[in-house]
């Protein structure tokens, strides 16, 4: 009685194309992918992605793919492509490279200074820059460009290359920032829409740079902190024109802005040495600042409950949350609705995931969790026990949170106010970059290798 079935099978692919037609409908295409390197809110945390618990080399791995080149920019994803930037040596002969400036302050790396590329007076060689697209599903190359080959004129820490900022996408371009081997918008197809030179940086003991995009609207905002004149641009999206620009006063910076929507207008919020700051999108205008947090300010700001949270960990901690819709200076003023001045993370940024802040001392494996609504520790410096260092910043989904470590190791924690190992997982590669979720995958960039982890289809 075969054929009595038959009939069935064209309903139910009608009503699974409709149901699933109606699913996809109800969140925006941002929610269901890994736009920047924070994710779709800038806060490390996905709403819909469904990432497997547990992972090796032999399990749940749906691709492992090699990328050429060098760098630590963190994959970004759009419906089926994944995109990554390396930046490729040539080959050709070193050149020196020029000296760094000659009133450098602390290192950025806290006095250490290791072995491999970077200071004044090293040797830099030749780079391609690369801007790939692969196939989300299998790991193919959909097309590849190299927008720029060029000596860089200073070196970069031992720890990175010349590709450390991360793209950003809104489904209908791809920002591409090298620094200041340019800036370059695509469509998802490949094809460059404009190309953007903003001058060349000279970085604090030559140690690099790092800041990634932010991507809103028309507007493409970069950040220019620097050992020269600074500043912060905005840049229409189609055509590259600049929008405004502010001029700012801060050594050089490694932060990515962060653009957020209070009262129904839109801010940059940039992290700072000197002072933290907000920007109007729409002119540049500056709406507050504040003074406190530490030397070399890396972490990204999140935000959530009406607040930025703010916090450095170079040399001294500092944790603020900055309560929205003020202006002027709100150094010491009742605007910082709560701080703290402990364990806070050098590189690495937080993750907000509800009320909760998830964040690293310095770069050691050592979790906190704040409440974000009023500063309560609930855990303070336990041992991530199963990873060893960290640069990546941690991510959240499906009421877990993802810490990877620069050894290869992961581990994956309850959503909770105690610190819960649900899973310690371990890799061959080791992971500065930080992960990217889309759906049930999560996409790690190692120093050698790019991994689509996933469970069974």
């Excluded at 080149?69 to 419906?79: I, K, M, N, R």
């Excluded at 800036?183 to 940086?201: F, I, N, Q, S, V």
């Excluded at 979790?367 to 991530?384: H, I, M, N, P, T």
Aim: charged fraction near 20%.
């Amino acid at each position: 009685m075969k054929p009595a079935f038959r009939p069935l099978v064209p309903s139910l692919i009608a009503a699974t194309a409709s149901l699933t037609a109606c699913v996809a409908a109800l969140a925006a295409p941002a929610d269901q992918n890994w736009p920047s390197w924070r994710g779709p809110t800038g806060n490390g945390v996905s709403a819909t992605a469904r990432p497997p618990l547990e992972w090796s080399e032999t399990q749940n791995v749906r691709w492992k793919v090699a990328l050429p080149g060098h760098g630590t920019a963190s994959p970004v994803v759009w419906d089926d492509q994944v995109f990554i930037l390396t930046a490729v040596p040539t080959g050709k002969p070193a050149l020196a490279a020029p000296e760094a400036p000659a009133a450098s302050p602390a290192p950025a790396d806290g006095g250490r200074r290791r072995g491999g590329g970077g200071g004044g007076g090293e040797t830099v060689t030749e780079r391609r820059f690369v801007v790939m697209a692969l196939d989300c599903s299998t790991g193919k190359t959909l097309w590849e460009h190299s927008p720029r080959t060029q000596v860089p004129h200073e070196g970069h820490h031992p720890d990175h290359d010349f590709a450390s900022g991360s793209p950003v996408t809104d489904g209908e371009v791809l920002i591409a920032h090298f620094g200041s081997f340019g800036t370059y918008a695509y469509d998802l197809k490949g094809k460059l829409l404009w190309e953007k030179d903003l001058g060349d940086m000279r970085t604090r003991n030559s140690f690099g740079e790092g800041s990634s995009p932010a991507l809103s609207g028309d507007s493409v905002v970069v950040l220019w902190d620097h050992e020269g004149e600074d500043f912060i641009v905005a840049l229409g999206k189609r055509d590259g024109k600049e929008l405004w620009r502010a001029k700012r006063d801060e050594p050089t910076g490694w932060c990515t802005p962060l653009i957020v929507e209070h009262a129904g207008k839109k801010q940059v919020v940039v992290n700072g040495t000197r002072k933290a700051c907000g920007y109007d999108l729409a002119t540049g205008a500056l709406l507050w600042e504040a003074g406190g947090q530490t030397a070399n300010a890396i972490p990204s700001a999140v935000a959530g409950q009406g607040r930025v949270y703010l916090m450095s960990g170079f040399r001294g901690s500092a944790l603020q949350g900055i309560t929205l819709g003020r202006t002027g200076d709100l150094t010491g003023t009742d605007a910082i609705a709560w701080s703290l001045g402990k364990n806070t993370p050098y590189v690495p940024s937080p993750v907000l995931y509800g009320d909760q802040l998830y964040f690293v001392r310095g770069n050691d494996a050592m979790l906190s969790v704040v409440d974000a609504k009023d500063g309560r520790v609930q855990v303070d410096a336990e041992r991530l026990s199963g990873i060893s260092g960290v640069y990546a910043s941690p991510v959240g989904a499906a009421d877990r949170i993802y810490f990877t470590g620069r050894d290869g190791g992961s581990l994956v924690l309850k959503r909770s106010d105690k610190l819960e190992v649900l899973a310690s997982n371990r890799l061959d590669d080791g992971f500065d970059a930080s992960p990217a979720l889309a759906g049930d995958q999560i996409f790690l960039r190692g120093r050698k290798s790019l991994y689509c982890l996933a469970g069974p289809r």
